[in-house]
């Protein structure tokens, strides 16, 4: 199917030799995706590609027409469908620029977001798009957040609860008890001496780079399924910019059938959760030993998706411990925190799994009008509403206030 698809869309066929080139359109043959990854700058895939929309349309056209397999125009060709999102996103490729930091970043993640949302209330079946610009707003808020915390380092104010925890539970139950804690937990609990600014702004802008990678691996291909349907995706199938899997889970969403739309659209949140950041959140989590370990727990702790039915990460597998004390008698300590870590690939993906995935497809199945007046709310709106600073110190003193020890 796909690769019938491909010849409608390209004119082009299966086994066709590369022609030679000559022109302008030369010299962007057979570029490296230097850039994929926008950890390694501002831009596009490559820095030599441009991002005009008329002059990369001109140029595919042109590789097109004169019979080239999409192998050798890929970069060409994922440059084309990543400016076309990003010029309707009203974003400016070229200088976007994860590394500057979230007030420099604000107005492109709200556009991005705003576009996801779009996308899913101009078409049903592209379920990832609709909740993932849902996330967006808490994913968003949190980060602004972050920087203000880091701008005026409360985030400081974590570390003297994390430790009285811990304290608390040496006291109570021992240090086989504490050992027992959330490593990231215990972290925080360490990390105020020796955490700065610089490594807040440093996981900050390790974070947004995850964003754009989202972003730029995904509606490329989101808009060539919409632009020129399946023979478009295809298309880029054959470029080497979408696996088989992939290919398979466009077919699926492209269906009509429910249980499909929906298989697709998971694998596709796979391929985002699984192999676009996954190496990058274990990096953040790494970031400096306990830094890294504390920061990824307290978003774990801080998160609140506003997909309805989602219960918070922190409320995902709570704290609840048990050990034989020395007199024979059994003790559990209780708390209203995490024992996971979202920054672990197969922990978040469990979570997302058993709570993200089925209550939004229940939305999108079910309530799609409840749906719709949700992502029609403002974007700027949802963005604000969603900002948990003011949740994650009084969340940790709760947890102290509550800490509950059962003995039998």
């Known amino acids: 199917m796909a690769v019938v698809a491909t010849l409608a869309f390209t004119g082009a066929t299966a086994t066709a030799q590369p022609a030679r080139a000559a022109g302008p359109l030369e010299q962007y043959l057979g570029l490296p995706l230097t850039n994929r990854d926008a950890a390694h700058g501002p831009g596009g895939v490559n820095p030599k590609l441009p991002t005009d929309k008329a002059t990369l349309r001109t140029l595919v056209n042109q590789a097109r027409e004169r019979g080239l ?3 050798t125009y890929q970069a060409l060709l994922f440059q084309y469908w990543l400016v076309e999102a990003t010029t309707t996103a009203g974003i400016d490729l070229k200088t976007w620029n994860p590394r500057a930091g979230v007030t420099a970043n604000r107005s492109n993640l709200i556009k991005s977001y705003r576009m996801y949302e779009n996308l899913q209330l101009d078409h049903r079946e592209l379920q990832w798009a609709g909740m993932a610009g849902m996330v967006g707003a808490d994913f968003g808020g949190g980060l602004e957040d972050f920087e203000l915390a880091t701008n005026i380092y409360d985030f400081a104010r ?9 304290s608390e539970t040496n006291r109570t139950l021992g240090p086989v008890f504490v050992n027992k804690l ?3 937990l215990r972290a925080l609990a360490r990390v105020g001496a020796v955490i700065s600014a610089a490594d807040l702004r440093h996981i900050q802008a390790d974070i947004l780079v995850m964003q754009k990678n989202i972003f730029s691996d995904l509606m490329p291909l989101h ?3 919409v632009r020129g349907g399946l023979p478009a995706v295809a298309e880029m199938h054959q470029a080497g910019i979408a696996d088989d899997e992939i290919m398979t889970a466009w077919e699926q969403i492209a269906s009509g ?11 596709l949140l796979k391929r985002e959760q699984g192999e676009v950041i996954k190496d990058q959140w274990d990096a953040v989590r790494h970031y400096k030993g306990d830094v890294g370990e504390a920061m990824t727990y307290a978003t774990t702790l801080a998160g609140s998706p506003s997909v309805a039915g989602v219960v918070p990460p922190r409320s995902f597998h709570s704290l609840q411990v048990s050990d034989r004390l020395p007199d024979g008698r059994t003790a559990t300590l209780t708390l209203p925190l995490p024992t996971w870590n979202w920054s672990v690939y197969p922990e978040r993906w469990d979570y997302i799994i058993s709570q993200l995935l089925p209550k939004y497809a229940n939305l999108v199945n079910n309530k799609w009008s409840t749906l719709q007046a949700q992502l029609r709310v403002p974007y700027e709106q949802q963005f604000e509403s969603h900002r948990p600073l003011w949740n994650i110190a009084p969340t940790l003193q709760s947890a102290l206030d509550t800490m509950k020890v059962t003995i039998k």
């Open 223 to 225: 808009f060539a399924y």
């Open 158 to 166: 974590l570390q003297p609860i994390a430790n009285a925890i811990v």
């Open 182 to 184: 959330p490593s990231g």
């Open 257 to 267: 059938r429910p249980a499909l739309v929906a298989a697709g659209n998971a694998r």
């Open 69 to 71: 397999a999409p192998s």
